[in-house]
């Protein structure tokens, strides 16, 4: 099997990945291989088909998996709960203990939604950031890396006939 081809067909499934995320359950992306090419389709329905041949082989197919909002939520009652707080956390308990000071509250009174409406841009790329790379390669589960070699590689086995 080549090995370059799997490396650079799983770097289109790491990018694919990524944007899955931001997906409705019923969209998927598809990466596949158009004569030797790499490519990545567009967002697909349910109902759109690619045909795949001796010419076109899909390699990687992944659903959109939109829980991102609901795992920065559960990121910020982490981070409530943290001893030892890293900088991403520090930022944001600041912004819950700014929340929580301008409307003369505990902290505890502090919703986990509120803190993630009040959270900076910057803040919530960070935490989507460090959410999908533990999606990706989390060494303790089954990650979306292992899932897409073993896709990728039994795709690249089948062409080799």
């Not at 799983?10 to 158009?34: G, N, P, Q, S, W």
């Not at 919703?111 to 803040?123: G, I, T």
Request: net charge negative; charged share 30%.
């Amino acid at each position: 099997m080549n090995e370059n081809l799997r490396s650079e067909v799983l770097k289109h499934a790491r990018a694919a990945f990524e944007r899955a995320c931001t997906l409705r359950e019923d969209e998927r992306i598809e990466v596949y291989l158009y004569e030797g090419a790499i490519k990545t389709s567009d967002v697909l329905s349910e109902e759109e088909k690619i045909v795949y041949g001796p010419n076109r082989v899909l390699c990687y197919q992944v659903w959109g998996h939109d829980y991102l909002e609901e795992e920065i939520r559960a990121w910020i009652d982490h981070a409530r709960l943290e001893i030892s707080p890293k900088p991403l956390e520090e930022s944001i308990i600041e912004t819950l203990n700014n929340i929580a000071a301008s409307k003369g509250v505990s902290k505890e009174e502090v919703s986990s939604y509120e803190v993630f409406a009040n959270l900076r841009m910057e803040q919530i790329e960070q935490i989507e950031h460090a959410i999908i790379e533990y999606w990706w390669d989390n060494k303790e589960i089954e990650n979306a890396k292992s899932l897409a070699l073993e896709q990728i590689t039994d795709a690249l086995r089948s062409m080799e006939g």
